[in-house]
């Protein structure tokens, strides 16, 4: 089924987020204060808004709890995009995705109940921070505060090599959970898996594990 999702805020984040769904074949409104923006994407989405998120009215007048997902992407203004939050969980909107400024936005949007809250320069500097210092870090995804799944492209150091003989878990407390290969992908290897230059290892484990092993590989 088609799910609903309204986008609140057209800046580069929420343009982006309103541009994939609708490739992805969603349907997709959006509301934003700037005539300008709303502009831009009518003629991209089912329904096109001119409004201030802030006012309830607006909001209840769009029937907003109907939309199985409202993603808050209001930039800047802070104090907005909370106001926004608090009456979509007001009027039982059922999933609410908010993006955060900083550090203390998302402490109160977690607090005021934003289903998943997302924080994209900081996730992303983090990315690129990781692949600038190795270029062997292809991605990387913060599972928690100590904790990652980083991808791994595998040097000549380890070409050849298994991951018994490697003694991965030992020594470094961190685990292979898949290998990428080409267009081939390994899911749980074998510990007998020789490991080839060029793979893409996916590994899970505590960060200060993953740099000992990342330095090691490097
Ligand atoms: P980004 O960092 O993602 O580019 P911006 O701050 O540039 O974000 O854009 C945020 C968008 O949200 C702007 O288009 C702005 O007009 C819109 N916006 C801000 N406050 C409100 C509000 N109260 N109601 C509706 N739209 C708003």
Do not use: W
């Not at 995705?97 to 934003?114: F, P």
């Amino acid at each position: 089924m088609k799910r609903a999702f309204a986008v609140i805020g057209l800046g580069r984040f929420g343009g982006s987020i309103c541009r994939e769904l609708t490739e992805l074949g969603m349907d997709v409104m959006v509301i934003d204060k700037s005539e300008e923006k709303v502009n831009e994407y009518a003629n991209l989405v089912s329904h096109a808004v001119v409004g201030n998120a802030v006012d309830e009215t607006v909001l209840k007048s769009l029937g907003i709890r109907n939309f199985d997902h409202v993603i808050v992407a209001i930039g800047e203004d802070i104090q907005a995009s909370i106001l926004t939050t608090l009456m979509l969980k007001e009027l039982g909107v059922k999933n609410i995705t908010v993006k955060a400024q900083n550090d203390y936005h998302e402490k109160v949007l977690s607090k005021i109940g934003a289903d998943a809250v997302v924080h994209p320069e900081r996730d992303m500097g983090k990315r690129i921070a990781h692949n600038i210092v190795s270029n062997n870090v292809l991605d990387y995804l913060e599972l928690s505060d100590e904790h990652s799944i980083v991808e791994i492209k595998a040097s000549h150091k380890l070409d050849g090599r298994s991951i018994i003989d490697l003694d991965i878990r030992a020594r470094y407390g961190i685990t292979i959970v898949a290998i990428k290969r080409d267009k081939e992908i390994i899911v749980s290897p074998q510990a007998s898996e020789p490991i080839r230059e060029n793979d893409i290892l996916i590994v899970i484990g505590a960060d200060s594990d993953i740099n000992r092993f990342e330095k090691k590989v490097m």
